[in-house]
């Protein structure tokens, strides 16, 4: 089965760390960039950081920049975010995808595969609070 899946969410303070994965299977990363999205209640679907399928070509929001970092590693199938310096305002739910890398991605928020040959995993929460 084709899917992707995320993991690594919890509860932490302001100013915490957490890091999350995104493990591929049944398909190869090779080929594809990955990023994540995320999406609070009540508001829209936001990028978060994308990385293309050569590791030195990353994006991130500006909310975001100095704080996170998106990584992969194709030998495990995997991607990671880094999250540094985290604030309440970041509390979403985080959603990795990827996407064949000649192809921009259409941010949905949703699981599953997407008529872009996209792949969502089902999402991590994330909530910042004291």
């Known amino acids: 089965q084709v899917q992707v899946e995320e993991s690594g969410g919890g509860l932490v303070q302001p100013g915490g760390s957490l890091r999350l994965s995104c493990v591929a299977s049944g398909f190869i990363l090779d080929n594809y960039a990955m990023g994540w999205y995320r999406q609070a209640p009540g508001e829209k679907c936001e990028m978060v950081a994308t990385?293309?399928?050569?590791?030195?070509?990353?994006n991130y929001a500006d909310s975001v920049k100095g704080r996170f970092t998106i990584s992969r590693d194709n030998a495990k199938n995997t991607g990671y975010l880094q999250m540094n310096g985290l604030k309440p305002e970041d509390t979403a739910t985080y959603y990795c995808y990827t996407v064949p890398h000649w192809i921009a991605v259409q941010p949905r928020c949703s699981p599953g595969p997407g008529s872009d040959m996209d792949i969502w995993g089902k999402g991590t929460l994330v909530t910042i609070s004291s």
């Open positions: 990385i293309g399928k050569n590791i030195d070509v990353t």
